[in-house]
């Protein structure tokens, strides 16, 4: 098996359709065909079936594969230890952010990074979370930048604390329920009892968002489990809906500061015993090689967001 026969099976595997994988490998869809035939013979079993949706993997086709994504992955790891060799006069780095902390760190890292090392190429993935991670595990991404799962971490996945963000409470300016909080000294804003909000509408993100898995520990932490008005995916639209009175939601400090809401909600501070937080994380697959622009990267990284 050869680097290319490899990644040609790769290939059709992720797009389901030989025309397709021919794009995006840039080579005639005639030619992928005969490649696939000419594996396939020398194996003596077929690694795809066709199916309603397109090409499927067969048992054997999905054992290939799964060697397939192994040995690429430690071709791309040689190829970062090339670059090593050079001196980061050349190179790559694969990460992954989600879009809303990539507005917020990337304006502060890349321009010093490009300056120092302007022939590192940087492979930026913008997703979710869920994402993020399936794409460390298959060994597409060198590193993520992302908030840790409050619980059951992937134990194939290394997280490595950078900051935490508290979560706080966003409700109507003139909700009745804020006079009952109290300022306490560490505390950005007033605390609330969470009791209080037993029977309060809350408006939630969907369960697959980790703002949702920090929200449901919280309530579950709190022993309450207030009536859901609705569910959606945009934390910027709960907290707009919140500041205009149609229920309560959580959401990281970090995010809380929208300008633009023409009526926008006040904000409590939640009990440190109920841990209101998440942490921001350099996420690695364990045991995964880092190269030096990787390692140099991050240490950019770990400086800027410490200061």
């Known amino acids: 098996m050869t680097s290319r026969e490899l990644l040609y099976v790769k290939t059709i595997a992720d797009e389901h359709s030989i ?15 005969q490649s696939l035939q000419r594996i396939e013979e020398h194996l003596g079993t077929q690694l795809f079936k066709r199916s309603i949706g397109g090409l499927t993997l067969t048992y054997a086709g999905e054992r290939y594969y799964q060697i397939a994504c192994r040995i690429l992955k430690i ?80 134990p194939a996945l290394s997280y490595e ?30 605390v609330l009892d969470l009791k209080l909000l037993q029977n309060e509408p809350f408006i939630m993100l969907h369960k697959q968002q980790r703002i949702r898995h920090i929200t449901d520990a919280i309530l579950a932490k709190a022993r309450i489990s207030p009536p859901v008005v609705l569910t959606l995916k945009n934390y910027e639209t709960a907290q707009s809906l919140a500041g205009k009175g149609m229920g309560v939601t959580f959401l990281p400090n970090d995010y ?19 841990d209101p937080g998440w942490d921001l994380c350099i996420t690695t697959l364990k045991n995964a090689f880092l190269s030096r622009a990787d390692q140099y990267f991050l240490s950019m990284m770990r400086e800027i967001l410490a200061g």
């Open 256 to 274: 809380a500061d929208i300008t633009s809401m023409d009526c926008p909600p006040a904000l409590l501070s939640i009990d440190e015993k109920y």
């Open 161 to 190: 604390p950078l900051a935490n963000d508290p979560f706080v409470i966003a409700i109507a300016s003139n909700h009745p329920l804020i006079s009952k909080a109290q300022a306490r000294e560490g505390y950005p804003y007033p």
């Open 19 to 33: 025309s397709q994988a021919a794009k995006k490998l840039f080579i005639a869809q005639p030619s992928l065909s």
């Open 75 to 154: 071709y791309h790891d040689f190829e970062t230890e090339i670059s090593d060799i050079n001196n980061l006069k050349t190179g790559r780095i694969h990460m992954g952010i989600t879009n809303h902390l990539g507005t917020i760190i990337l304006p502060k890292i890349l321009p010093r990074f490009n300056q120092e090392c302007p022939a590192v190429e940087m492979i930026i993935f913008e997703g979710t979370t869920q994402q993020q991670e399936e794409k460390l595990l298959s060994g597409e991404l060198d590193f993520a930048v992302l908030h840790a799962p409050k619980h059951n971490p992937h």
